[in-house]
């Protein structure tokens, strides 16, 4: 589809709003193809529409519920959140070191948004079209959100080797090795 190939071109080229629209015209040009949805949902998000995106994503799921590509958006999403609520207590100084503490317990909603996260993970797990390191990237996040930071940052190196556009890992990969002492 011209449109889809249009969009994919502006959205690398960093124009989210009008990538926007030919992807909507693409899925209004291939109602049963996930992929104008999946790309619908990125543009989305990046133009801070999440409820909005996560619309496109499960429209996408919803013609294709193996759809790997939008399985890892939304687990990304969930996750991200997840981590935003266990991101630990500031360093202190004892002994003259710095010490990092564990985040807080969780909370009722820190464990909503984990069990969610460990609910895209499964489906990762079982769809089609994802790499291992994509898989790695979910469960990198749900370690960070856990307190395991250098498990975190071993899972999310594999994700980030591959995928070094994604600087919402690349800043997740520098946070955990940085509280794992890496």
Request: glycine residues 10%; charged residues 30%.
């Amino acid at each position: 589809l011209r449109a889809y190939q249009e969009g994919v071109e502006l959205w690398m080229r960093a124009s989210p709003q009008e990538a926007l629209g030919k992807f909507e015209a693409a899925s209004d040009a291939a109602p049963g193809r996930p992929e104008p949805w999946l790309m619908r949902g990125r543009c989305l998000m990046r133009l801070k529409r999440p409820d909005e995106a996560e619309g496109a994503w499960a429209r996408a799921l919803a013609l294709d519920p193996a759809f790997g590509p939008a399985l890892l958006e939304r687990g990304k999403h969930v996750v991200g959140a997840y981590v935003r609520l266990r991101l630990p207590p500031p360093a202190r100084s004892s002994g003259g070191r710095l010490r990092f503490g564990a985040p807080d317990p969780e909370t009722a909603e820190d464990r909503a948004w984990r069990a969610k996260g460990e609910e895209y993970l499964a489906r990762a797990r079982a769809a089609t079209g994802l790499a291992p390191e994509e898989i790695r990237f979910i469960e990198g996040a749900l370690d960070f959100g856990r307190g395991r930071y250098a498990e975190s940052a071993a899972a999310l190196r594999e994700y980030g080797a591959r995928n070094r556009w994604d600087g919402s890992a690349a800043a997740l990969l520098g946070a955990a090795c940085y509280l794992s002492g890496d």
